[in-house]
């Protein structure tokens, strides 16, 4: 039988703990289209406040440029829904939390908000964390609107878990 969407949520949430755990590692998020979702599965791990430090729900633009200090020309110049953007909301996360590392997500929930180049399912991704530039990544889910949000908070915590691989306290 497939693995369902929020069991595979709640996998990747375990393994980043453990990862994160043993590199005494703590993480932060900042969400857009997930609206949260990603730190509701962190947060059902028993004992992650020892490896989650918080979460940032930046929905609209205005709360990107307050809470993460994206700035105003790079949202206007690439719109919310960039790499340019999730690479910064990253590092913002990074900068007002005591994590150490961070992702954020981006993107097209559906049904509506497509753009020209940006259809629905369309999300982007950063990771940052230590030396390396934030990673970005965009990537394009099918389905329904929990169900993007879903594929795209699982591929979230998988792109965390990757880069806490990388790093130690």
């Known amino acids: 039988m497939a693995e369902s969407g929020f069991t595979a949520l709640e996998r990747q949430a375990g ?3 453990q990862v994160l755990t043993e590199r005494g590692l703590v993480c932060a998020t900042a969400e857009s289209c997930t609206g949260g979702m990603i730190s509701m599965a962190i ?3 028993a004992g ?4 989650f430090d918080r979460g940032f729900v930046t929905y609209t633009n205005e709360a990107k440029m307050a809470m993460l200090g ?3 020309a790079l949202l206007a110049q690439h719109g919310a829904v960039s790499e340019a953007v999730a690479g910064a909301m990253a590092r913002g996360a990074v900068a007002a939390s005591q994590a150490a590392l961070a992702v954020s997500v981006s993107g097209i929930a559906g049904p509506g908000g497509a753009v020209p180049g940006k259809p629905v399912g369309t999300v982007c991704f950063g990771v940052a964390g230590g030396d390396a530039p934030a990673a970005v990544h965009t990537q394009h889910f099918s389905g329904d609107r929990q169900s993007v949000r879903l594929q795209a908070s699982v591929f979230a915590l998988k792109c965390l878990i990757e880069r806490a691989q990388t790093l130690r306290n």
């Open 70 to 72: 994206v700035d105003a």
């Open 48 to 51: 992650s406040s020892a490896w």
């Open 43 to 45: 947060t059902s791990v």
């Open 15 to 17: 393994l980043l703990g």
